[in-house]
Structure formats: structure tokens, C-alpha cells
């Protein structure tokens, strides 16, 4: 375990600041523009090349690209240098074509995102706002692909700090925004979604500059029969299609929220995304590294048939994630307005547009630990080489996720829709992890659930205290204060978050758990150096 926190840590450093500044960036925009109506547009505009991408490019990016490539550069007698300059090549060229189609298409896309239709306000902004957005695309698909070859370098930096440099830019665009007065003219909507996507190009020139000090010389190459797409192609095709699975379910979350943000103001896309981002810091944080630190070893002792080792590998990771997951996942619940009126209710975000996001966090809390566990499970199908079964296990949690989708739009007021949204997020997860983990159970003769139960059932039995803390720093706040405030929520803040999380670690360390102590005794060592 001490490997995987070692490197995970690493890792986790250059995450966490463009995690910051990525979230200051998310304050600057609540302030700039809102929840409302021109918050709903541009959000709705600035997700349509994400999923385009996944769609076709960073879905298969780690699971296809990164292995071909190694597989070039170990088995070409350049060394892969050709293949690496024809990938990108053929890349380069391809999102160009597919930004140009996305421009031109970009009131079929909005279309199809939300359930806006031409003369409302928020569809024609959008609109405008894709335009300017979308020629994104060919940057960061460069950039993505650039950032993958150096990581078969073992060259991490530049992937990890790119971002921020990307962040620092459309922070700069906002506040430009804001100085000019903000405003929907077409003006004001350049400079959001200009702004926006110069943030990618600067990323994107980033990692191609760091590239060519990697030793990488750029030669355009098209030659298509030595791109062994067709052997990317059968590769990834499973992986793809789970892409496009989960794309679907997104597809359906923007319009259901799309349309509870018509019938309420600021109740609709913005909120959704800006607490699902919150939702997935801790994880992003700390889930992505340690996965990414455990991935190879579980892939190497398949190869090997040590099962026994799997099963380590895996218990290590879940009960490592948990260890951060299982305490943050109650303060999220209790705290959730809390964290965000100081974030987000300044400028065109009033008070009680941030508690509502911060209400739609709380609810998100409950998916934290189950989203963690199915994404820990999909990587023992992928250390047996085995894309197909993911696909199957995320195509029936997003049925799931649908059915719920619905019938919370159905059943719950549009004020709260989005909140049932993220119930219905929390249960499917919830499912999708009881499913993968039978099926990756039987792959490797069991996961140990006992022992990683007991372990999870002492984490939240540590975890009580804090949350029973949180909940009275709350009632006492609202007694003294009555309604929440920027100050008495960084009071609560400092109360049920700073010394609830010191409770925790005290609570943990005298019950002996582990993973707990390793994080407090590598943290209190590097301090101590």
C-alpha cells in the first residue's frame, strides 16, 4: 500500500492545484454570469465538445492510444517516432474537420443537449456561445493526444500543469467580461466563449512544446495503413461503446434540467454542474491517482495469474479511497450549503441560488463512495484486458439512472428536480457497483468483501462523530444567525469541516484503521522535513 500512496500522492499534488485554480475559475463564472438563463446557455455550450470528445477521443485515449503507442515504440525499429508523428498527424487533422462540422451544427447540438427551442433567450445565446466554443475542439483533442505520448516518456509535468494555465486564461476572459460591462450582445458572448477556448489552445501549445523537449519531432505523416486504426479500431470498440452509453445518460440530464431551469430560474444546468464538479474533486483528487498507481500492478499480476495479488491490489485501493472518501461523503451531506454560499454567492449569484447548489451537493454526497467503488471494479475488468463487460455493467447502470431520471421528473417539483437528479445518480451508482462487483468477484475467485466491509463499516463508525458535529455547528449556527451567510457559513466551515476533519483523524487513528494512519504518517513526515 505504501507504493500506491507514494505515487498517488505525486500525482495527487499537481491534481490538486489545477483542481484550485479550476474551481476558482468556477467562482469567477457563478459571479460573471449567474445561474439563471446566461448561466444555463454558456454551461450547456461548454459541455457539447466534452462529450463530442468522449465520444471520440478520450474514452479510448488511456485504454487504446497509450498502450498502441508504447507498443510502437517497443516493437518499430524508430522507436515509434513515425507512428507518433502519424497519430498525431491524423488526429490533428480530424478534430479539425469535426470542430468545422460542430460549428456549422451548433443549433443541432443544442437542440439536442436541452430543451430549448429557436426565440428563447437561453437557445440563441447557447448557440452563439457553441460557435465560439467548439473550435475547441481540435486543440484539446491535439493536446490530449500530445499529453498521452508523453506519458509512455514517463514525462507527467506538463499534462499536470497545463490545465492550470488553461484555467488562469478564461479567468482572465471572465473578469474581462465583467470590466466591459457583461451583457448578452454578441460582443459580450464573444468575449465568454472566445475567451473560453483560448484557455484550450494555451493548454493544448503547453504540452506541444513540451513534447518537442521530449525529444518529439513533428513530421506531418498520413499514411493510413501504418496508423493501424484497425487495430485501434477492435481495440477500443467496446470502450466506445461505453462512452456513448453514458453519453446518452448526459444527454438526458441536460435536458431534464434544461427544462426545470425554464419553469425556475436558477434552478436548472448551472447549479447541476457546478455541484457535480464540487461532487467530483475528492475523487478527481484522490480517486484517478490511486487507480492510476494500481492499474499497472493489477494488469501485471493478471498477466501472471496471481489472483492473490489482484485481490491485495484491489482491497488496498478501495479501502485507501474510502479511508478519504467515507468521511468527505458525510461532510458533503451536512455541510453542502455551507461550501458554497463562500464559493459561489457573490456578483450575478445570489444567496439562495448557491444554497440550492449547495443542496443539490448534499444530495450528490450520498453517490461519492459508490461512484469511487464502480470505477475501482471497471479497472479489474481492464487489468484482463476485458472493454465488453464495462460496457454491459455501465449500459445497465445508465438504464437505471434513466428510469430514475424520469420518474423523479415526474414525481418532484421543478424547483427540486435537479436535486432528484442527483438521487437518481447516487442509487444507479449505487447498483452499477453491487453488479460489477459480482461479476469482477467471480474473475478473480472474490474480492474479499468481508474484509473491506469491515474495514468500510470502522470508517463510517469514525466518520459519525464528525458528521454528528457538522449537524450541530449547523443548528447552532441557524439559532444564533438564523439565515446562512457568507460568514456564519465559514463559520460552520471552520467548526464542522476543520475540526470535524481533525475529529475524524483522531477517532480513526485511536481505532487502528490503517490507511488512515499511513496518510496522517506521511503527511506528518513531510511536514517534518
Do not use: C
Amino acid at each position: 500500500m505504501s507504493r500506491v500512496l507514494r505515487a498517488s500522492a505525486i500525482m495527487a499534488a499537481g491534481t490538486l492545484v489545477s483542481r484550485i485554480t479550476g474551481f476558482v475559475r468556477t467562482m469567477v463564472l457563478a459571479a460573471a454570469i449567474g445561474t439563471a438563463t446566461l448561466g444555463d446557455a454558456y454551461n450547456a455550450a461548454y459541455a457539447i465538445p466534452y462529450a463530442i470528445l468522449d465520444l471520440l477521443l478520450l474514452g479510448v485515449l488511456s485504454s487504446v492510444v497509450v498502450p498502441m503507442v508504447v507498443k510502437a515504440q517497443r516493437e518499430d525499429a524508430d522507436g515509434g517516432r513515425a507512428y507518433e508523428q502519424r497519430l498525431l498527424t491524423l488526429t490533428t487533422v480530424a478534430l479539425i474537420v469535426v470542430a468545422a462540422l460542430a460549428v456549422w451544427a451548433a443549433p443541432l447540438l443544442i437542440d439536442l443537449y436541452t430543451d430549448w427551442r429557436p426565440g428563447q433567450d437561453n437557445y440563441e445565446w447557447a448557440v452563439t456561445l457553441a460557435r465560439f466554443i467548439l473550435p475547441q475542439l481540435a486543440f484539446f483533442g491535439v493536446g490530449a493526444v500530445a499529453g498521452a505520448i508523453l506519458n509512455t516518456r514517463d514525462r507527467f509535468a506538463a499534462p499536470m500543469w497545463a490545465p492550470v494555465l488553461n484555467n488562469i486564461v478564461v479567468i482572465g476572459a471572465f473578469l474581462v467580461y465583467v470590466a466591459a460591462g457583461r451583457g448578452t450582445s454578441t460582443n459580450g458572448l464573444a468575449i465568454l466563449g472566445i475567451g473560453t477556448t483560448l484557455g484550450i489552445v494555451a493548454q493544448a501549445l503547453v504540452l506541444i512544446v513540451a513534447l518537442k523537449r521530449a525529444g518529439f519531432s513533428f513530421r506531418p505523416r498520413l499514411g493510413l495503413r501504418r496508423a493501424r486504426l484497425g487495430e485501434m479500431g477492435r481495440a477500443g470498440v467496446w470502450t466506445i461503446g461505453y462512452v456513448v452509453v453514458t453519453q446518452l445518460g448526459f444527454v438526458l440530464i441536460t435536458n431534464l434540467a434544461s427544462a426545470a431551469g425554464d419553469v425556475v430560474a436558477g434552478h436548472g444546468i448551472t447549479p447541476y454542474t457546478l455541484a457535480f464538479q464540487l461532487f467530483q474533486l475528492p475523487y478527481g483528487v484522490i480517486g484517478v491517482s490511486v487507480i492510476t498507481a494500481m492499474l499497472p500492478r493489477m494488469s501485471r499480476s493478471v498477466g501472471e495469474g496471481r489472483f492473490d495479488e489482484v485481490r491485495a491490489e484491489f482491497g488496498s485501493g478501495v479501502r485507501l479511497i474510502a479511508s478519504v472518501m467515507v468521511p468527505v461523503s458525510l461532510m458533503l451531506m451536512v455541510l453542502g450549503p455551507a461550501i458554497t454560499v463562500p464559493l459561489y454567492a457573490r456578483g450575478e449569484t445570489s444567496i439562495d441560488d448557491a444554497v440550492y447548489i449547495g443542496q443539490v451537493l448534499q444530495v450528490y454526497g450520498l453517490a461519492l463512495v459508490p461512484f469511487a467503488v464502480f470505477q475501482l471494479l471497471l479497472r479489474v475488468f481492464y487489468a484482463f484486458g476485458d472493454t465488453r463487460t464495462p460496457v454491459y455493467v455501465g449500459a445497465g447502470t445508465t438504464a437505471v439512472f434513466a428510469g430514475l431520471m424520469l420518474v423523479a421528473n415526474a414525481l418532484v417539483p421543478p424547483a427540486y428536480v435537479v436535486m432528484g437528479l442527483a438521487f437518481a445518480y447516487a442509487v444507479s451508482y449505487a447498483v452499477g457497483a453491487g453488479v460489477a462487483w459480482m461479476l469482477a468477484s467471480r474473475r478473480v475467485h472474490g474480492l474479499g468483501g468481508w474484509t473491506i466491509g469491515g474495514a468500510l463499516t470502522k470508517m463510517y463508525i469514525a466518520a459519525l462523530p464528525t458528521a454528528v458535529l457538522g449537524l450541530a455547528t449547523v443548528w447552532a449556527s441557524q439559532q444564533l444567525f438564523g439565515s446562512l451567510t457568507v460568514l456564519n457559513s465559514l463559520i460552520i466551515l471552520a467548526v464542522g469541516g476543520g475540526l470535524g476533519g481533525l475529529l475524524y483523524l483522531t477517532v480513526a487513528h485511536r481505532m487502528r484503521i490503517p490507511e488512515v494512519n499511513s496518510i496522517v504518517g506521511m503527511v506528518a513526515g513531510r511536514v517534518g522535513r
